[in-house]
T-cell receptor, first 115, second 108 residues
Framework: DVKVTQSSRYLVKRTGEKVFLECVQD?????MFWYRQDPGLGLRLIYF???????EKGDIPEGYSVSREKKERFSLILESASTNQTSMYLC??????????????FGPGTRLTVT | EDQVTQSPEALRLQEGESSSLNCSYT??????LFWYRQDPGKGPEFLFT???AGEEKEKERLKATLTKKESFLHITAPKPEDSATYLC?????????FGAGTQVVVTP
């Protein structure tokens, strides 16, 4: 079974704080992703990574950065949290297959509230 | 740009009342279509992958089918535990493009 874990289920932070969200997968997947999910807006991709030390911007990277120092771990960083970053954050991982699509496996999510 | 559209947005069913959800897409060279189930407050759970028109996959009361332009998720004789949001997605150069989802509520 694929297992994707996220460091916290619920997190409350103050405006201006630096926030770290951690994600770990145990299936040796090459690709890892960070999404946020908001009512009425669906899943939106923030950043993704194809390999260690590689990162690619998704659709909404502003206000976020990422770090991938090890294959199994992908961190999302909010440099200075703002109230509009209150959201559900979801991490996912997938194998890398060039010739066809590849399903992503999601973690349980972190509900972040910025006050 | 590739588009993924799901309908209806919401569906309310009586227990045992079968129905279908639709996922239509506009992509060139489909490289797979994925269905997920998401319970409130949780991450999406992978259900099926379909790769070619005519393909079908089944899991308990769920059956997914694929044509050249759309996919259907059929729910046969649903139970209250089938209540969830169902998402479909298509690959987009290493990423997944998700539809907005169909929220299904099954009442006893």
């Amino acid at each position: 079974d694929v297992k994707v874990t996220q460091s916290s289920r619920y997190l409350v932070k103050r405006t201006g704080e630096k926030v770290f969200l951690e994600c770990v997968q145990d299936m040796d997947h090459e690709n890892m992703f960070w999404y946020r999910q908001d009512p009425g807006l669906g899943l939106r991709l923030i950043y993704f990574s194809y390999d260690v030390k590689m990162k690619e911007k998704g659709d909404i990277p502003e206000g976020y950065s990422v770090s991938r120092e090890k294959k199994e771990r992908f961190s999302l960083i909010l440099e200075s949290a703002s109230t509009n970053q209150t959201s559900m954050y979801l991490c996912a991982s997938s194998v890398h297959r060039e010739a066809s699509g590849y399903e992503q496996y999601f973690g349980p999510g972190t509900r972040l509230t910025v006050t | 740009e590739d588009q993924v559209t799901q309908s209806p947005e919401a569906l309310r069913l009586q227990e045992g009342e079968s129905s279908s959800l639709n996922c239509s897409y506009t992509v060139s060279g489909l490289r797979g279509l994925f269905w997920y189930r998401q319970d409130p407050g949780k991450g999406p759970e992978f259900l099926f992958t379909l790769y070619s028109a005519g393909e079908e996959k089944e899991k308990e009361r769920l059956k997914a089918t694929l044509t050249k332009k759309e996919s259907f998720l059929h729910i046969t004789a649903p139970k209250p535990e089938d209540s969830a949001t169902y998402l479909c997605a298509v690959p987009d150069w290493g990423k997944l493009q998700f539809g907005a989802g169909t929220q299904v509520v099954v009442t006893p």
